[in-house]
């Protein structure tokens, strides 16, 4: 099972601040490592597939990048409609897994 | 539009037994593979079963092997699942998910989600 990190639990930024988000996988994902977006009551978003693919409708400031084991999402101006829960998802591989989130919170 | 609407979810006793259902559209059901990931309370996500847009393959994570069943009907386009001996750790949001193609197992839809809660 490929199980994923990511790190930090939370972090804190100011609208307009650059964000970087990690994900690290325990075996390699190759590029089938995905992020999903999530506000409270809300299902899950995909904003980035296979790694540095942007999903239909997501802003260019939205970016993700890596391969292997490590991989990061990078918001280059935060919105305010930013601050939500992040997670990482690999297909690399049965089970599908998920990483544990990373909370984007407003400083 | 592609929509995705659960049902089913409930109060149920340990040991007990559940169904839900997935009714898709806005899509072609039969291309696509489709899945269920589960949220616990204050959780993260957790995958929990997926089978392909024939219904031939069906995977099942390790925490509901042997308890919990995967299927779909591509005339009715609706997905299922079966639950048997639910545990109080099964208590958690179920949403039905639609994948990238027939074999691909990506999510790329979310639905709503529905509450499943055990508990005596």
């Known amino acids: 099972e490929i199980v994923l990190t990511q790190s930090p639990a939370t972090l804190s930024f100011s609208p307009g601040e650059r964000a970087t988000l990690s994900c690290r996988a325990s075996h390699s994902a190759s590029t089938f490592l995905n992020w999903y977006q999530q506000k409270p009551g809300q299902a899950p978003r995909l904003l980035i597939y296979?790694?540095?693919n942007r999903a239909t409708g997501i802003p260019a400031r939205i970016s993700g990048s890596g391969s292997g084991t490590d991989f990061t999402l990078t918001i280059s101006s935060l919105e305010p409609e930013d601050f939500a829960v992040y997670y990482c998802?690999?297909?690399?591989?049965?089970?599908?897994?998920f990483g544990q989130g990373t909370r984007l919170e407003i400083k | 539009e592609v929509q995705l609407l659960e049902s089913g979810g409930g109060l149920v006793q340990p040991g007990g037994s559940l169904r839900l259902s997935c009714a898709a559209s806005g899509f072609t059901f039969s291309s696509y593979a489709m899945s269920w990931v589960r949220q616990a309370p204050g959780k993260g996500l957790e995958w929990v079963s997926s089978i392909s847009g024939s219904g031939g393959s069906t995977y099942y994570a390790d925490s509901v092997k042997g308890r919990f069943t995967i299927s779909r009907d591509n005339s009715q386009n609706t997905l299922y699942m079966e639950m048997n001996s639910l545990r109080a750790e099964d208590t958690a949001i179920y949403y039905c998910?639609?994948?990238?193609?027939?074999?691909?197992?990506?999510?790329?839809?979310w639905g709503q989600g529905t509450l499943v809660t055990v508990s005596s």
């Open positions: 998802n690999q297909r690399n591989s049965w089970p599908i897994t």
């Open positions: 296979d790694a540095s």
């Open positions: 998910a639609k994948m990238c193609g027939g074999s691909c197992y990506r999510i790329d839809h």
